[in-house]
Antibody
Framework: EVQLLESGGGLVQPGGSLRLSCAAS????????MSWVRQAPGKGLEWLSA????????YYADSAKGRFTISRDNSKNTLYLQMNSLRVEDTAVYYC??????????????WGQGTTVTVSS | QSALTQPASVSGSPGQSITISCTGT?????????VSWYQQHPGKAPKLMIY???KRPSGVSNRFSGSKSGNTASLTISGLQAEDEADYYC??????????FGGGTKLTVL
């Protein structure tokens, strides 16, 4: 069964850092692009970042650029999101999602259950 | 990158058809055939319903269909069922090599 399992969320103070992980199983992880998407409480979906299958290309929304870094370890079948200088407005459920060969087409067909990040003093 | 524009809510009775619009610009919806649609039930992860404007993933009911005209994409649900009640989001690739979502539409089945 194709699965994605996020972890690493929690409570962090403004200005702090957090690294999210997304463990993939049931498919050849190194073949597919991956994305991070978040959803603030009561709000809509916001795409944050994507990474190519090899990790050689990364893409960011303006809201993530400069503070968030996406990466992957294909030997561990794991996707990461390093988040620095966190703000109260970064409070959200963070989802990882599986794309296809290229992140821009074919949609995001598999999603994790999400991990909650709360930024508060 | 500005969010795509969707109606905040739509409603329909069981058996009816509804259409949700998603308006962007030539830099996103109008410029590429890379529009996807997601269904999200409360407290659940999103589910891909349509990709590349009009393609349906395996397992998605053929009651769901997608189309595009100019800068506006549309999701049509025919034969509305109670289980279709959910939030729906469109998404498009953009000329900035990013993805952008719409604000979401709450579908109520009366």
């Amino acid at each position: 069964e194709v699965q994605l399992l996020e972890s690493g969320g929690g409570l962090v103070q403004p200005g702090g850092s957090l690294r999210l992980s997304c463990a993939a199983s049931g498919f050849t992880f190194s073949t597919y692009a991956m994305s991070w998407v978040r959803q603030a409480p009561g709000k809509g979906l916001e795409w944050l970042s994507a990474i190519s299958n090899t990790g050689g290309a990364t893409y960011y929304a303006d809201s993530a650029k400069g503070r968030f870094t996406i990466s992957r370890d294909n030997s561990k079948n794991t996707l990461y999101l390093q988040m620095n200088s966190l703000r109260v407005e970064d409070t959200a459920v963070y989802y990882c999602a599986k794309g296809e060969v290229w992140f821009g087409s074919d949609g995001m067909g598999v999603w994790g259950q999400g991990t909650t990040v709360t930024v508060s003093s | 990158q500005s969010a795509l524009t969707q109606p905040a809510s739509v409603s329909g009775s069981p058996g009816q058809s509804i259409t949700i619009s998603c308006t962007g610009t030539r830099s996103d919806v109008g410029g590429y055939n890379y529009v996807s649609w997601y269904q999200q039930h409360p407290g659940k992860a999103p589910k891909l319903m349509i990709y590349d404007v009009s393609k349906r993933p395996s397992g998605v009911s053929n009651r769901f269909s997608g189309s595009k005209s100019g800068n506006t994409a549309s999701l049509t649900i025919s034969g509305l069922q109670a289980e279709d009640e959910a939030d729906y989001y469109c998404n498009s690739y953009t000329s900035s090599s990013t993805l952008v979502f719409g604000g979401g539409t709450k579908l109520t089945v009366l």
